[in-house]
C-alpha cells in the first residue's frame, strides 16, 4: 500500500487529488494539510510514502518543506505541483530533492502514475517540463535564476510575496544578517535592485504563479 499526504493550501485541490488516490487499490491518503508547516509536522508524524506538494503556499514554501524532509532523512519522497510549466523551476526543485514534478494540470492517470513511480525511487516528470529541460539543454538557453542557489531560490520566493527580512530570517531560522547577504547576493546576480523589479523578473522566466500574492498587489 502506497501512502500518501497532501499538502496545499487550497481545499478544493486536495479534495480533488484524495478523491482520485483513494480510488486505487494500492493508495491510501494518511491525512492532508493546508500549509507547509502543517504539512511537514504531518509527514515527521506519518513518515508516508509520498507527500504531494503545492510549490507556492502562504508561510513555508514547497521548496522550503522538500529541502527540511531531505535535510531530516526521512523517507518520504516529494512530488511537487504547481501550475507553473517552466523547465528552469523543475530543476531548482529537484535540487531542492523533490523527485517528482507535476502542474495541476495534469489529469488523474498522470497523476496515479506519477505516485506510483515516486514511491519506488524513481523520478517523474510531467511529460512537457521533460520536453523543456531536453531542449534547455540542447540549445543551451539558460535563466538567470541558474545562478542563484536553492536557498537564494527560496529567499527571492518569499521577499516578492511581501515577506520582510526579519520575518524570512525567523521563518528560515536564520540571522536577519544572513538572510539580507542573501537578499543582496541574489540582487546582484539577477542585476535588480528591489522586489517589484524582481517579481516582474521571475514572472518572465516562468518562476512565479501569476496568482501569486506578490503580483496580486
Known sequence: MIRVVLVDDHELVRTGFRFIIEKQPDMQVLGEAGSAEDGLRLIRTHRPDVALVDVHMPGMSGVELTERVRRARLPTQIVVLTVVEDARFPRRLLDAGALGYLTKG??????????????????????????????????????????????????????????????????LHLSAKTVSTYKQRLFDKLDVDNPIALAHLMSAHGLLDPQAEGLRR
Not at 496515479?112 to 523520478?123: F, L, M, N, P, S
Not at 531536453?134 to 536557498?151: C, I, K, M, Q, Y
Not at 510575496?161 to 521563518?171: F, L, S
Request: proline share 3%; hydrophobic share 50%.
Open 106 to 171: 495534469c489529469n488523474a492517470d498522470e497523476l496515479v502514475r506519477a505516485v506510483r513511480q515516486v514511491a519506488q525511487g524513481h523520478r517523474y516528470l510531467a511529460a512537457s517540463v521533460a520536453q523543456q529541460l531536453a531542449l534547455s539543454t540542447l540549445d543551451g538557453a539558460e535563466s538567470p535564476f541558474e545562478a542563484l542557489s536553492v536557498r537564494e531560490l527560496e529567499v527571492a520566493m518569499m521577499l516578492v510575496r511581501g515577506k520582510p527580512v526579519n520575518a524570512i530570517a525567523a521563518q
